[in-house]
């Protein structure tokens, strides 16, 4: 086991942690506000790389691809949210529910368009090289990724603790009857959190899918890593996710290199233990 | 009086249409059955934790899935026989059904259900890759089915048998003192909790014997399909489970056995035409989620109220005719929102 084995072992987990981040970020910001756990997020994802793709091969952007594609999960997330969502407000357990039939529906029509073959979303020209320290050879792609994840981070830091919108989010975590009260347009911020959240996850399937691939399932492995991502870091809190990230990105990562054929089963231990010692999470509200 | 009769009565006519139905139908349909018969006991298992103790479960593919696996391996992989092959299997799952319970019940409502959810995947994962001893993608093949029940109708009359066993067992259990104190702990687990009942010991308990149901209906799973691959244990095996139990109607326990055969009589003739399952699937989680808020047997049945009571002139709206459904599930919504 040479060092430089594990140096590149730790770099793919912390690149693997920032995608998880940007997955599990929209994912925990619209529980946080809205209750729901939006089961979709995988089929999101899977459905943004694939957006991203065909863009990307069209224009040979990345980065108009990568735009593209949040901006169009974005708006799905806020026809799913307008349209279906609002009939069942307030009920966690049919809303769970009703993204799991959307995810279904999703997943299955874009196996229809994109097929079933795994593909790759080519990387921008000037990432697709790696560096080179000592003996370490790296994508730079990968790097790229966590360079996001950290922008992605600062930016929802920054709106959530520093703005009057973060203030409104925060205020309508605690108390949504009192912020609505206040002659706040509360439903307008739902539909608002629910659209980035959405358009976060199309982002990052295109973020992933240049070095992870789409395929059909993709998305219930990832949303997979993404729910416990949040059960470890605390539903509804960005610092949560930061950290749950982490911790998921490194165990899988190492995981599946030491355990291949036992790879879900290290993320299993850490998520046990903690719902043993803290069933909310790292950073959850106790309530 | 009469109406216990009149239930008694039902339960005879359909015991005597099931013994009827190899006499009836095609060898297709016979199979077709006895599917629903093993999904129909799963999904009364994922019954007990979801309507009756309000915990919705979404990885009981994996705790089914871990029977089927172990009978597959031992019936193929060595000579030991049958009996322990199924008791071995079915013992796995009861075990797998602790470990999840033992994290599961700490949380409740949609921690729940994601918890479950990440368990089952997790068993999925293990499916998956450890391919020395599931055989990855390729899964288990050539499950050898015993002689005494080789043909279709045969092994028909062997689920039937067992599974008229078995929801005996779980209707009594659900009519039990143990089964009220789960719909107590359903209603309100803090009162429960204030009038002495260990409410996480019973939830404990509840989750580990579903165990033994999900594992003998996958043990039941294994003999029937010959054939066990990761696509047994897969999320979208859960939710469709679920969906089983919610288009029976949540709480019903026997609605799950009807909503197992409307799914898979349903993937039949859709599959008849078009490979996109997956598609309709999630068409009907959509419709009843949206629209048949007590399972389509009770939309079914406030439908025939409506009928009735209008034809009485007793026209009433409609949210007067609550359905003991209806209640529960909303109350539980509720209830749910408001721990939060």
């Known amino acids: 086991m040479s060092p430089t084995f594990l140096i590149f072992q730790l770099l793919n987990g912390i690149t693997f942690a920032a995608l998880l981040f940007l997955l599990a970020s929209g994912f925990t910001l619209i529980f946080g506000l809205m209750r729901v756990v939006s089961l979709a997020h995988g089929a999101f994802y899977l459905v943004g790389g694939y957006i991203g793709l065909t863009v990307i091969r069209a224009t040979g952007n990345f980065f108009i691809g990568m735009i593209v594609a949040a901006v169009a999960i974005g708006l799905l997330g806020l026809a799913i949210e307008r349209g279906l969502l609002r009939f069942v407000r307030g009920e966690e357990l049919r809303q769970v529910l009703l993204t799991i039939g959307l995810a279904f529906i999703m997943a299955d029509m874009s196996l229809v368009i994109w097929g079933g073959d795994p593909v790759s979303i080519p990387a921008p020209d000037f990432l697709r090289t790696s560096f080179t320290v000592g003996d370490l050879t790296y994508p730079k792609y990968r790097l790229f990724v966590v360079l996001v994840g950290g922008l992605v981070a600062a930016v929802l830091w920054f709106l959530q603790n520093k703005t009057r919108l973060g203030a409104i989010i925060r205020a309508g975590v605690d108390d949504i009857e009192m912020v609505d009260a206040l002659g706040i347009d509360i439903k307008l911020v739902f539909s608002g959190v629910f659209l980035v959240g959405a358009a976060l996850a199309g982002l990052t399937g295109v973020m992933g899918g240049a070095f992870l691939s789409l395929y059909p399932g993709a998305d219930s492995e990832i949303l997979l890593l993404g729910l416990v991502v949040v059960i470890i870091g605390g539903m509804g809190s960005l610092e949560g996710a930061v950290v749950g990230s982490l911790v998921v990105g490194l165990l899988d990562t190492f995981g599946k290199a030491f355990f291949p054929e036992l790879a879900y089963f290290t993320i299993f231990g850490p998520m046990a233990i903690m719902l043993a010692l803290r069933p909310s999470g790292l950073f959850g509200r106790i309530k | 009086m009469s109406e216990r009769w009149g239930k008694l009565i039902l339960v005879l006519v359909l015991l005597a249409l099931a013994v009827a139905i190899p006499y009836l139908t095609t060898s297709f349909y016979v199979n077709l059955f006895t599917e629903v018969l093993i999904f129909g006991l799963l999904a009364m298992s994922i019954d007990i ?292």
């Not at chain 2, 259900?113 to 055989?135: D, H, P, Q």
């Not at chain 2, 579903?210 to 010959?226: I, M």
């Open chain 2, 49 to 340: 934790l979801a309507g009756y103790t309000g915990l919705t479960s979404m990885g009981h593919a994996g705790i089914f899935g871990v029977s089927a696996y172990v009978v597959g391996y031992t019936l193929t992989k060595t000579t030991l026989p049958l009996e322990f092959a199924l008791s071995l299997g079915i013992v796995a799952s009861i075990l797998t059904a602790a470990l999840f319970a033992i994290i599961a019940i700490r949380t409740t409502g949609v921690y729940f259900l994601m918890v479950t959810l990440a368990e089952g995947m997790i068993v999925w994962g293990i499916a998956y890759r450890w391919a020395s001893v599931t055989g990855a993608e390729n899964g288990i093949r050539g499950v050898p089915r015993p002689l005494f029940v080789h043909e279709y109708w045969q092994f028909f009359y062997l689920v039937l048998v067992v599974f008229v066993i078995l929801s005996a067992i779980l209707y009594r259990l659900v009519n039990s003192p143990f089964g009220l104190t789960l719909k107590g702990i359903r209603e309100s687990e803090s009162r429960m909790r204030t009038l002495g009942y260990n409410t996480a010991l019973h939830k404990f308990i509840g989750f580990t014997m579903t165990g033994f149901f999900a594992g003998t209906a996958g043990a039941l799973y294994a003999l029937y399909n010959g054939f066990v691959s990761p696509s047994a244990v897969e999320f979208a095996k859960s939710a469709e489970e679920v969906l089983m139990v919610i288009v029976g109607g949540v709480g019903t326990l026997f609605g799950g056995v009807v909503g197992a055969a409307v799914i898979i009589f349903t993937r039949n003739i859709v599959s008849l035409y078009t490979s996109r399952w997956p598609t309709i699937m999630g068409l009907i989680f959509v419709v009843t989620i949206l629209f048949a808020r007590n399972g389509l047997l009770g939309a079914v049945r406030s439908l025939f109220e409506r009928i009735v009571q209008a034809r009485r002139g007793r026209i009433e709206s409609t949210e007067e005719v609550v359905t003991e459904g209806t209640e529960s599930i909303e109350k539980r919504g509720a209830a749910t929102h408001l721990e939060n």
